[in-house]
């Protein structure tokens, strides 16, 4: 926690192209299959975020070399060589996941089926945050946890085994960081692992073990579950990746752009991947004036969808937003908040409850800042209804030291009246470093 404070003032105009940071998800499952691939992965434009670091010391931790080659825009090109996966060395203290949520569960998973011995542990927010989630079903596959609280919190400490028995498992939340902790460990498991979900959510980690020959199978049943399979004992195989932009980076652009009355921002390269576009989606659907570009060959070897995306200023109006939307885009719905404020007309954003369980508790802080700056929301169990219409006008809003609320605050110091003061606004380097020099740079 730090007293800093950064003061954003209304913007006459908004132009330009702003440099997005490395996709965060695709970025941590990048380093963590070089980790398990034996030999030499290359990893290029990487988010440079706290997060993605913190991953990147914990792959450091468990025996493999993670070179940093080059950096630049907030992005990094890792070199990583690893004795892989059959090979990981015990770590010798806690490894430091800081403040991520997907570092600690994905390893969780990850280390599940590797015989050796590991605590993680991390920083104030995420010793709160639920881990039984991951704890439950990777122990239902033999793996042994101890920590506070029957093993639901951080520090929380691992003790690992060479074979895992593989599970059916339908997952309580939709969660992509507690499926792919579940296919991480099937691949230590001695036959097929599989995990259902009641909507489908990211699915890099099953586009990213393909692409490193692990074959993993999805089915969609006719109610929308999703299943996904994989066979082990299997490990990845090392090669190059190069990391698409974020699009949940860009989302705070799509929604600055949309809600200024004199705009037009340019995002280059964003991954389009159909569980990660529900954002470009709902805004549309509100009214916005977004182009999509399509790149024709499709980046990396991942092979997700690219395009380059054009916002223009738009008069938005409010909509619903369904449970199965929320999910798609529950990193979104903080600076979605925003979009709906200033929107005419009322939004409903249904089926929020996990932001409640994120870095910070996500719905009280978009309640408190947006009620600060003069937008009406209201909280009725997990749905939360955002009368729009109204001026902003500019106040204290805080961060909570959560990176997605520092940067929505931000935004809205754009149009507000006045000056808006966001507290706490440094853990925007936690997904985006530089994110406060672009704001400056897009003012035209
Ligand atoms: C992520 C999954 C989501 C998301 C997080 C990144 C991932 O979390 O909120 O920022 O990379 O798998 P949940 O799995 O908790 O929904």
């Known amino acids: 926690m730090t007293d800093d404070v950064l003061v954003v003032r209304p913007a006459a105009k908004l132009r330009g192209s702003p440099a997005l940071p490395g996709d965060k998800s695709i970025s941590h499952r990048a380093l963590l299959l070089a980790l398990l691939a034996q030999g030499e992965s290359r990893i290029t434009a990487a988010g440079d975020g706290g997060d993605v670091r913190s991953t990147a010391g914990v792959v450091a931790a468990l025996g493999a070399t993670v070179e940093r080659l080059a950096e630049r825009d907030g992005r990094v090109d890792y070199r990583v060589l690893s004795p892989g ?4 060395s015990e770590p010798g203290g806690p490894l430091d996941c800081g403040n991520s949520g997907t570092t600690t569960r994905l390893v969780a998973g990850l280390l599940a089926g590797r015989p050796l011995f590991a605590v993680l542990d991390g920083d104030a927010s995420l010793r709160r945050r639920p881990m039984g989630r991951v704890v439950e079903p990777l122990r239902a596959m033999g793996a042994g946890f101890a920590g506070r609280h029957n093993a639901t919190l951080l520090p929380l400490a691992i003790t690992g085994q060479a074979h895992l028995a593989p599970i059916d498992y339908m997952t309580p939340v939709p969660s992509a960081q507690v499926k792919s902790a579940i296919l991480l460990a099937g691949l230590a498991a001695d036959g097929e692992t599989r995990v259902t979900e009641a909507v489908a959510t990211r699915d890099h980690t099953e586009r990213m073990l393909r692409a490193r020959g692990v074959p993993v199978t999805e089915i969609t049943a006719a109610d929308g579950r999703h299943t996904v399979s994989l066979r082990g004992p299997a490990l990845p195989a090392a090669i190059n990746e190069t990391v698409p932009a974020d699009p949940s980076g860009a989302a705070f652009w799509l929604v600055a752009a949309s809600i200024h009355p004199d705009a037009e921002l340019h995002l280059a390269g964003v991954s389009t991947n159909p569980t990660r576009r ?150 925007a380097a936690i997904s985006y470093p530089g994110f406060f020099q672009q704001l400056e740079g897009v003012r035209a």
């Open 85 to 88: 996966g059959a090979a990981l």
């Open 278 to 427: 529900a954002i470009i989606d709902i805004l549309r659907r509100m009214g916005a004036d977004i182009e999509e570009h399509t790149r024709p060959a499709a980046g990396g070897a991942d092979g997700e969808p690219l395009a380059d995306l054009v916002v223009r200023s738009a008069a938005l109006h409010g909509i619903e937003i369904s449970p199965a939307e929320t999910a798609s885009a529950i990193d979104e719905i903080p600076i979605l908040a925003l979009a709906a404020a200033v929107a005419s007309g009322t939004t409903w954003i249904r089926g929020a409850g996990e932001l409640r369980h994120k870095e910070s508790d996500r719905i009280a802080g978009i309640a408190d800042g947006l009620t600060a700056l003069g937008a009406h929301v209201r909280v009725e169990g997990d749905d939360i209804e955002i009368k729009g219409g109204r001026r902003l006008r500019g106040a204290v809003t805080e961060t909570l030291d959560d990176h997605r609320l520092a940067m929505t605050f931000a935004v809205a110091g754009l149009i507000a009246e006045g000056e808006t003061t966001v507290r706490q606004p440094g853990s």
